[in-house]
């Protein structure tokens, strides 16, 4: 039986297709768009005419081009889409849901940014806060090396205002000397620098830090595959500058929730990302210890420079992926809630890693930021 021209035969049932322009109408995609979902495979024809190349689309279609096209006003990236459209819808939620989790994120730290340059530029900036109340940093570091490294290659700063943690890479003693020498780059920022000059301090010392590593090298040909990851922050008034390459981390407790405040350069970070793996696949993944960018001494990457605003009460901590690559955010939350003592916090937080095998060295710094005591009007001055 010969069938009508534009359909196709489905479970004994005729189904008329639509050409690509009321198909384009009805899911609101240009020619060009449909063009491209072709050639991509989001959204490929029911039927290609071999004489005319006339495409044609099944109504079923329908709602996959609706998908896509809210997708893309989303702004997720075409990859990102071609793997969230394949899923089963499940797990596609929960991807989208990971995606706009990153896309919130990365848009609060550029309000952050906005925020604090208008301010700026209008004569406002200052290195104080906005109510003239100054904060100060109550901290506690410590530093483990783990059940199963026979050396610590991490290093750590807590200071005044500078507060870092790197962990190196690179051989037996090499993590350890650049981990090392990029932490005493930074410490000169540990001084009252203008929130205005942040970032660019900021910059620079992680330029420095970066040249020293290639010097070193150039110097001790056993030197030249070292490197090492960095978080850093840098307090100024109300205004906090960020740093950050590697897999270290930095969190954020604020009212009694939270939050990751760096981005990960990993392969799997990259993988969940582009929606190649789920969030549930990372912990066991063959290369979860790749780094896609780092303080090196045979290569110059970029590093993340960010601005926040800091409130008292708030609460930070930077450590080495020997805690979160065993310990969860749950169990890292509990103990951040609940233990008062920064010292003790970060105490705990080793010991959290440990109980998880310690399969590597693990440094943590817990900072308190508080609002400083009001000097003393007595006559009789402080006590000592």
């Given at each position: ?274 929606g190649k793996i789920t969030p549930a696949e990372v912990a066991s993944h063959p290369q979860r210890s790749l780094i896609l960018r780092a303080l090196v001494a045979n290569k110059e990457y970029d590093a993340d420079l960010r601005l926040r605003e800091v409130e008292g009460g708030d609460r930070y901590l930077l450590c080495s992926d020997g805690l979160h690559e065993v310990a969860d955010a749950d169990g890292i939350a509990a103990v951040l809630r609940t233990v008062a003592d920064p010292d003790q ?40």
């Amino acid at each position: 039986m010969l069938l009508p021209p534009g359909t196709i035969r489905r479970k004994e049932a005729y189904v008329a297709l639509t050409t690509s322009g009321e198909f384009g109408r009805a899911s609101r995609l240009s020619p060009k768009a449909l063009r491209l979902y072709d050639e991509l495979g989001l959204l490929s024809p029911a039927e290609v005419d071999p004489v005319t190349g006339y495409r044609r689309y099944a109504p079923g279609q329908l709602e996959q081009a609706r998908l896509v096209a809210w997708l893309r006003r989303l702004g997720m990236p075409l990859a990102r889409i071609q793997s969230v459209s394949s899923m089963p819808r499940i797990e596609a939620a929960a991807d989208l849901a990971a995606y706009w989790r990153q896309v919130e994120a990365e848009m609060s730290a550029r309000r952050d940014l906005a925020t604090f340059l208008v301010g700026y530029l209008s004569g406002r900036g200052t290195s104080m806060s906005e109510n003239n109340e100054q904060l100060v940093i109550r901290c506690g570091v410590r530093s483990d090396i783990g059940l199963q490294r026979e050396v610590n290659e991490d290093s750590a700063y807590a200071g005044a205002r500078l507060l870092a943690v790197a962990d190196g890479m690179g051989g037996h003693a090499a993590g350890e000397v650049a981990s090392a020498a990029v932490i005493d780059a930074l410490r000169p920022l540990d001084t009252e620098i203008p929130a205005g000059e942040l970032l660019d301090a900021l910059d620079h010392a992680v330029r420095t830090a970066g040249s020293t590593l290639r010097h070193m090298a150039a110097s001790d040909a056993s030197l030249a595959d070292m490197g090492t990851t960095l978080t850093a922050l840098v307090v100024s008034g109300s205004q906090l500058g960020l740093v950050h390459i590697g897999d270290s981390r930095a969190y954020l407790l604020r009212d009694g929730g939270l939050y990751q405040i760096t981005h990960d350069h990993t392969v799997v970070q990259s993988l969940l990302d582009d929606g190649k793996i789920t969030p549930a696949e990372v912990a066991s993944h063959p290369q979860r210890s790749l780094i896609l960018r780092a303080l090196v001494a045979n290569k110059e990457y970029d590093a993340d420079l960010r601005l926040r605003e800091v409130e008292g009460g708030d609460r930070y901590l930077l450590c080495s992926d020997g805690l979160h690559e065993v310990a969860d955010a749950d169990g890292i939350a509990a103990v951040l809630r609940t233990v008062a003592d920064p010292d003790q916090a970060a105490q705990d937080l080793i010991a959290l890693a440990i109980a998880g095998g310690g399969p590597d060295n693990i440094t943590c710094i817990v900072a308190d930021v508080q609002a400083a005591p009001v000097p003393s009007t007595s006559l009789q001055g402080d006590a000592d």
